[in-house]
């Protein structure tokens, strides 16, 4: 594998040759750290008088719609013939936040067939083969990557306060508030230049952890009153959530943000699994303590993926039955993956 510095040298010199128009792709169902990375790198690129757009497949949560450069990003769902036409224009592609075009929903095909150079700036394990792959699976989170990435190439004085605010969102979201993922000197090195910088880590905890409203609350209450169930012989909560659940308590992405963690606060609760009924399938959050790799659950059985203690993965199958696939597997996993 190629060390990191020449990874971002070749993103440097790919800069240099000229580039006129970037598209900023992030994951599916975008979290606090894809999104802080887009809006961060957005910033940079004007700076820089680039031309950049953010493509999205599917929307921003409400909650992240703070940060600058989030507000013009474009939906699939709203202008597909505009994100198909961009992505054709664009001469680089940055894929932030996921390790694989796999993970951006419908925009996949138009990604695919785009001539643009493609750039995967990431911190999951095993990136796809791009032409610039910029990866660390050590790092807390993509926006402390892309701190690195952007003060590697124009120094640190090209952080701005909105890019300050932006990157912190993905360092604090992905890091559970700096609980896990964050034991390196380096990640609170980063957030002390990013203080230098104008962050301001109020502004910040005010959009992303007091905004919400009242039914998200009974959402996740009614989930851990009525839903939760720990496993008899291993030490598993579940949380099923049905569309009607949803429905009742008016659910709006982003609602379920970090309900998934909570089981985890309890002393003999090891992984916590939450299953949502959605739309087309069945979505799964895998969270786990210590050296518990869920990762390997969801990619061995659902169709996912993701870091040691957080993952996810999805099922075209009732959810009743992914339910049972879950009970069914949960011997299997614990006899293989769990030493
Ligand atoms: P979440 O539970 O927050 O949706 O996802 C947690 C982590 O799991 C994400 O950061 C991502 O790395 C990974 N992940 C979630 N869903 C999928 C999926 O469908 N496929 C893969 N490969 N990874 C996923
Ligand atoms: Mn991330």
Redesign the pocket.
């Known amino acids: 594998m190629k060390e990191l510095n020449e990874c971002i040298d070749e993103l440097r010199f790919r800069l240099a040759e000229g580039v006129k128009n970037v598209v900023i792709v992030p ?1 599916i ?1 975008p ?1 606090g ?1 894809a999104v802080g990375a887009c809006s961060a790198l957005a910033e940079v690129l004007s700076r820089v008088d680039i031309k950049w757009n953010i493509l999205t497949c599917d929307r921003v949560p409400e909650y992240l719609r703070f940060l600058k450069h989030i507000p013009s990003a474009i939906s699939n769902l709203d202008k597909p013939e505009l994100c198909k036409q961009l992505s054709e224009e664009a001469d680089l592609i940055f894929m932030l ?4 075009v ?2 951006e929903g419908d925009l996949e095909y138009f990604v695919r067939n785009s001539k643009a150079h493609r750039v995967i700036i990431d911190h ?1 394990p095993e990136p796809d083969a791009q032409n610039i792959v910029i990866s660390d699976s050590q790092v807390s989170s993509t926006c402390e990557l892309m701190y690195v990435v952007v003060t590697s190439i124009w120094g640190k004085e090209i952080i701005t306060a909105d890019m300050a605010n932006s990157l912190y969102v993905g360092i604090n979201t ?1 890091t559970g508030g700096l609980c896990h993922n964050s034991s390196r000197p380096e990640t609170y090195r980063i957030i002390a230049s990013l203080l230098e910088a104008g962050l301001n880590k109020e502004f910040v905890h005010k959009h992303v952890y007091q905004m919400n409203n009242i039914s998200r609350l009974r959402l996740i209450g009614n989930t851990l009153l009525n839903k939760l169930q720990v496993d008899e012989h291993y030490p598993v909560a579940i949380m099923p959530i049905t569309k009607e659940e949803l429905d009742r308590y008016g659910y709006k992405d982003g609602d379920l943000e970090g309900l ?1 963690n909570i089981p985890l606060s309890v002393h003999n609760i090891e992984v916590s699994i ?1 299953i949502t009924e959605r739309k087309e399938r069945v ?1 799964l ?3 786990s303590k210590g050296n518990i790799p869920v ?1 390997e659950w ?2 061995a059985w659902f ?5 040691i203690n ?5 099922m075209d199958l009732p959810l009743e039955k992914v339910i049972s696939k879950v009970h069914a597997t949960m011997p299997l996993f614990f006899y293989e993956y769990v030493k």
């Not at 957080?310 to 999805?314: E, H, I, K």
């Open positions: 994951h169902s979290d750290d936040d996921h390790n694989s796999r993970r999951h992905d998934v939450q979505k959050s895998f969270r990762n969801a990619k169709n996912g993926g993701g870091h957080a993952a996810g993965g999805q």
